[in-house]
């Protein structure tokens, strides 16, 4: 099955939710699809994937980025879809951690 048509057969029977792949490259993670509701913020999401990251310190925080925008916490998820979807109706995210105390 094409990621297209997953894509648009998820859109069909969640039309509520945004399917996001995060990319993780420097980070260990545990779940990296998602079905998000489309009005979820961007940072309850971020906790969201937090759980799932594994060795994460307190100290570091977790930004995304769609291509090469850095995502703002306090925009939706819907948003964030509607501008950087990718052509196969899958939003993707990638994951970048950074140390908040130095």
């Known amino acids: 099955m094409s990621k297209r048509k997953t894509a648009a057969d998820l859109l069909r029977l969640y039309p509520d939710r945004v399917p996001i792949v ?3 490259k420097d980070l ?3 779940k990296n699809k998602f079905l998000v509701p489309s009005g979820m913020v961007v940072n309850q999401f971020i906790q969201r994937v937090r759980n799932n990251v594994a060795r994460l310190d307190e100290t570091e ?3 995304f980025f769609a291509g090469n925008t850095i995502v703002s916490g306090s925009i939706t998820i819907s948003q964030i879809y509607h501008k950087h ?3 196969d109706g899958l939003l993707y995210l990638h994951l970048a951690k950074e140390n908040t105390f130095g």
């Open 22 to 24: 995060v990319d993780a």
């Open 28 to 30: 260990t993670i545990t």
């Open 61 to 63: 925080t977790l930004f």
């Open 85 to 87: 979807k990718s052509g």
